[in-house]
């Protein structure tokens, strides 16, 4: 059911917001003992949403998300009840003494926060990526996809990606530093917004490195997403989070506003080549690859159809494509060709991430913002001072999974030598913001004077990350029962996943410059419109209670694991 239905159905009085609190904790109970999606439960939801159905009731509606129950990811304080946790068991137990900015904005705005999402534990920040999985958390255990058994559910915002994507919540908050949104939204069959950095608060949200974290929705249609994101939207105080001092606009749009069916009418749509490269992301075989482009492919043929001109461009900072088999069969608007044929991996190809070069930056970052999340604690409820504090626990709790998945990450953060404001980190930071930004996603779109970029979103995290440039996915398709299963490793109890398959999703991203949310937004609305791969791919487990087109209960059949 997506916002605006809710909004409907509370409207006419067919239903409360209580009755839809109840119904999605019942819909978390009959699942996630086998998804572990959710780490924590408000236990203020109802109260909450009886005062929420008492002001609707007196004629006070605040918007489109009042007493609707959504999930935040479980490193965003909410100063109630709830843990904040990034995943860790170290955390049980630390209150915060405020709330997140954006968790503010979010109450202003009437939503009920229904609970913590499962995560990556310290939202990847921890373990070397060969020794852990991703959606796993010492507190919230293995989480999976329910697009099929043992489903790799992307990180690092697992958990909020897995709930929304079978209706467990309205909608939900992920971040992202590289990937992090982007990967869970198109592998759980969702629309997911990385924004531009500065647009949304950090605020009392565990971060690991302020130079690219940023937070955003997950939803189920693009209209769910605009919805989110209008709400956590603006300027914070300096001594907050004073990246969002350079936001263009003294408040920031309602970008439900640029939702036009014919938003693409008239755009021109950048097709950058060499960043289809199977290296920028192996998590797929070639074979998932093809029926990736296959799809992308198709879907620059429906972006032509209504109205957009597709023009092959690149990122002046990449190696060039090794061939030119990739741009062989689909017309576009500059009388160039493209085709599912992808090129081949390479091991001779070097980016402007592949050296140690964000390490220079990132590890004394993530160590200074630790710190500083640990600081802001109340005193009394945690001995936790330092990252030191944070390793030792780990080391000693068997929840934690110490030493199998290893905290190799926080060993490089706690002895760097660099400082966090040092010239070095600055130099390292610059330099790969200038190669992912201006000679990068900016350049691409200058030269040929387009609108967006389009990307399978497998291939389209990196550049925007260092940019600092928003992104929006929304479906594209999913894997056929005639492909093979791609195992991350199929007889390790740690790292057993399945990363590609049957029945498992792919999503298609428009990139666009800094603070162009409002145009993304609108082109990803237009294709969905078009498209509605959405609605037809059926996830593996569904929970069986339903809240009816009336406001009544139903219990459906369930399709379990």
């Not at 490269?277 to 070639?286: K, V």
């Amino acid at each position: 059911m997506t916002i605006n239905e809710m909004g409907q159905l509370l409207q006419m009085r067919t239903t409360t917001s209580e009755e839809l609190v109840d119904v999605y904790l019942q819909r978390i109970s009959e699942v996630d003992d086998r998804l572990h999606a959710i780490n924590e439960i408000n236990s203020d939801a109802h109260a909450i949403a009886r005062e929420l159905d008492k002001e609707r009731a007196l004629g006070k509606v605040r918007g489109p998300l009042h007493g609707v129950p959504i999930l935040v990811k479980d490193v965003i304080a909410t100063n109630d009840k709830m843990n904040n946790t990034a995943g860790s068991v170290c955390l049980l137990g630390a209150r915060t003494l405020e709330e997140a900015s954006i968790i503010t904005k979010l109450r202003k705005a009437g939503a009920i926060i229904l609970g913590k999402a499962n995560l990556d534990e310290w939202a990847g920040f921890r373990s070397d990526f060969h020794t852990t999985s991703l959606g796993w958390s010492g507190y919230g255990g293995q989480g999976r996809g329910a697009y099929r058994q043992d489903q790799d559910p992307g990180g690092s915002s697992s958990g909020s990606a897995v709930a929304v994507s079978i209706g467990l919540a309205a909608a939900a908050l992920g971040t992202e530093t590289r990937g992090s949104i982007i990967i869970p939204a198109e592998w759980n069959n969702l629309v997911g917004v990385k924004p531009t950095l500065g647009l949304v608060s950090r605020h009392m949200v565990i971060a690991s490195c302020p130079r690219q974290d940023v937070v955003g929705p997950l939803a189920r249609t693009v209209r769910d997403a605009a919805y989110l994101l209008t709400a956590i939207a603006g300027k914070d105080k300096y001594e907050n989070d004073n990246y969002t001092l350079d936001q263009p606009f003294e408040s920031p749009p309602d970008y439900t506003k640029a939702l036009n069916r014919d938003a693409l009418q008239g755009a021109r749509i950048g097709v950058p080549w060499n960043g289809v490269l199977p290296e920028f992301y192996p998590a797929q075989s070639p074979e998932h690859l093809q029926v990736i482009m296959r799809s992308f492919n198709e879907s620059l043929a429906i972006l032509q159809a209504a109205g957009a001109t597709i023009v092959h461009t690149s990122f002046p900072s990449l190696p060039a494509p090794q061939n030119e088999n990739h741009r062989k069969t689909a017309p576009t608007g500059d009388g160039q060709d493209t085709s599912s044929d992808i090129p081949p991996a390479s091991a001779h190809n070097t980016y402007p991430w592949s050296n140690a070069a964000p390490s220079a930056y990132q590890n004394p970052d993530a160590l200074l913002a630790i710190n500083t999340y640990l600081s802001r604690l109340d005193p009394a409820s945690t001995p936790l001072r330092h990252l030191h504090d944070i390793a030792a626990c780990t080391a000693s709790n068997p929840r934690e999974q110490h030493p199998p998945r290893d905290i190799s990450q926080w060993t490089a953060a706690l002895t760097t030598p660099i400082a966090p404001n040092s010239s070095q980190a600055w130099t390292a930071y610059q330099s790969l913001y200038q190669a992912c930004g201006p000679n990068g996603v900016f350049a691409a779109l200058q030269n040929g004077h387009l609108d967006a970029l389009v990307l399978p979103s497998v291939f389209s995290s990196h550049l925007p990350a260092y940019a600092g440039s928003p992104i929006v996915t929304v479906p594209m398709g999913a894997f056929g029962p005639d492909v093979g299963v791609k195992w991350r490793k199929e007889h390790d109890p740690l790292l057993r996943s399945v990363m590609a398959g049957p029945g498992m999703t792919f999503g298609l991203s428009f990139l666009g410059e800094k603070w162009s949310e409002e145009m993304l937004l609108g082109l990803a609305y237009a294709y969905e419109q078009r498209t509605g791969v959405r609605g037809r791919v059926r996830p593996l487990v569904v929970p069986r209670t339903e809240l009816g087109g009336e406001g009544r209960w139903r219990v459906q059949e369930e399709v379990s694991l």
